[in-house]
């Protein structure tokens, strides 16, 4: 059986995360609307900009229905903005947002597109080869909290992936 994976569809890398799952023979949702979480096994929150998808959010009045999913035990991936958009501090955010995992994110930490670049990480609890890792106007997890683990960091210690019971966030893009 098949797992049912909502993508939240509002903007940004949709495609490239559908087409990731699609591979691993997962049954895909593009979420939209509040119906559209009503059966799903996870969530992805893509990469993309994330003032755009708060925005999003406010306007289709899905903040409140993914807070409840993921309160209630759904889990959820957020990349990249997917990870500011979980965060419950992020500097630079002009809008609310999920507020829930217990990390705080500083936007766009590396600068601007020109210093995007691809890294090997080794990622704890996966076995195996380092994933190659793409950044692209980047956001670090400058802290996490209390039953918050640390899963990658950079050389210089700068956290990149964060995880908090069912919620995952990473800095960089898996999907590409």
Request: net charge negative.
């Amino acid at each position: 059986m098949s797992l049912q994976i909502g993508i939240l569809a509002l903007q940004g890398d949709v495609a490239e995360h559908a087409g990731i799952l699609a591979t691993l023979d997962a049954q895909i949702t593009n979420v939209r609307r509040e119906a559209d979480l009503a059966d799903i096994d996870g969530l992805i929150i893509p990469g993309g900009e994330s003032t755009a998808i708060a925005r999003l959010l406010i306007a289709y009045e899905l903040i409140s229905p993914i807070k409840e999913k993921i309160l209630a035990g759904l889990p959820v991936w957020g990349t990249c903005a997917g990870a500011i958009l979980l965060a419950k501090e992020v500097t630079n955010l002009d809008r609310p947002s999920l507020q829930l995992m217990d990390i705080r994110v500083t936007r766009n930490a590396f600068g601007s597109q020109i210093y995007s670049f691809e890294k090997q990480l080794q990622i704890e609890g996966i076995d195996g080869d380092p994933l190659n890792a793409i950044f692209i106007r980047a956001p670090i997890i400058e802290n996490v909290g209390i039953g918050t683990q640390v899963l990658a960091t950079l050389e210089r210690g700068a956290i990149v992936a964060a995880k908090q019971g069912n919620m995952l966030a990473t800095s960089f893009h898996p999907e590409l």
